[in-house]
């Protein structure tokens, strides 16, 4: 089992930055990637950008160029760096890890709210 905790959530004003940070602890061995999804009200959860062990990232087109992703071995902890902030990024956000490919480990997610 892998256990993934979520923090660095809040309010932000349109054009801010958060940081955002995902614990991993159990069996992270069999980890091979990271995620970050979101969901807002009334949407389906999407994919926000992930990060394989080897540090390749992947992003969603509404993201590109803002968010950025990170990973420290040393801590087992993944980032999501947030930068101009928009309204429509406003979502819980939750991490998500990998193995074999599929995203089956959740966080209890963190509510990112952005003001216009």
């Known amino acids: 089992q892998v256990q993934l905790v979520e923090s660095g959530g809040g309010l932000v004003q349109a054009g801010g930055s958060l940081r955002l940070s995902c614990a991993a602890s159990g069996s992270i061995f069999s980890i091979n990637a990271m995620g970050w999804y979101r969901q807002a009200p009334g949407k389906q959860r999407e994919l926000v950008g992930s990060?394989?062990?080897?540090?390749?990232?992947n992003y969603a087109d509404s993201v590109k160029g803002r968010f950025t992703i990170s990973r420290d071995n040393v801590k087992n902890t993944v980032y999501l760096q947030m930068n101009s902030l928009k309204p429509e990024d406003t979502a819980v956000y939750y991490c998500?890890?990998?193995?074999?490919?599929?995203?089956?480990?959740w966080g209890q997610g963190t509510q990112v709210t952005v003001s216009s």
């Open positions: 990060i394989t062990n080897g540090g390749r990232t």
């Open positions: 998500a890890a990998a193995r074999g490919g599929t995203f089956g480990s």
